[in-house]
C-alpha cells in the first residue's frame, strides 16, 4: 500500500508499437507509431474507478496487487503470471534481510 501511495518508480516510457488515436480532454489526436510517451505510474494508482478511497491509507485492500508499482503481489500465488516486477525489487528484499 505504501508503494501505490508513493511509488519508487514513478513513471515509465515506451514507444508506440503501432499508431493509436487517443481522446485527451475531449480533443483527438492521431498518434504515429514509434512515439515516445510517459505514463505516470503514482496517478493512475489514485483512480478511485479502480481503488476507493485512493488518497487514504489501507494496506487491507483487497486489490492491493492490482496497483501498478510492479506487477503482482509479492509472494501470492499468481506473482508468476506477471511479466515485470519493480526494478528495485531484489535489491530491497536483500536490505531487508
Given at each position: 500500500?505504501?508503494?501505490?501511495?508513493?511509488?519508487?518508480?514513478?513513471?515509465?516510457?515506451a514507444?508506440?508499437?503501432?499508431?493509436?488515436?487517443?481522446?485527451?480532454?475531449?480533443?483527438?489526436?492521431?498518434?504515429?507509431?514509434?512515439?515516445?510517451?510517459?505514463?505516470?505510474?503514482?496517478?493512475?494508482?489514485?483512480?478511485?474507478?479502480?481503488?476507493?478511497?485512493?488518497?487514504?491509507?489501507?494496506?487491507?485492500?483487497?486489490?492491493?496487487?492490482?496497483?501498478?508499482?510492479?506487477?503482482?503481489?509479492?509472494?501470492?500465488?499468481?506473482?508468476?503470471?506477471?511479466?515485470?516486477?519493480?526494478?528495485?525489487?531484489?535489491?530491497?528484499?536483500?536490505?531487508?534481510?
Open positions: 500500500e505504501t508503494c501505490r501511495l508513493d511509488p519508487p518508480v514513478t513513471s515509465a516510457t514507444s508506440l508499437t503501432q499508431p493509436a488515436t487517443v481522446t485527451l480532454a475531449g480533443r483527438q489526436f492521431d498518434l504515429p507509431a514509434k512515439l515516445l510517451n510517459q505514463y505516470v505510474l503514482s496517478m493512475a494508482n489514485r483512480d478511485e474507478r479502480k481503488f476507493s478511497k485512493p488518497e487514504e491509507f489501507m494496506p487491507d485492500r483487497t486489490n492491493l496487487n492490482e496497483a501498478l508499482t510492479w506487477n503482482g503481489a509479492f509472494g501470492s500465488p499468481e506473482e508468476l503470471l506477471y511479466p515485470r516486477i519493480c526494478p528495485g525489487r531484489y535489491l530491497s528484499m536483500d536490505v531487508t534481510k
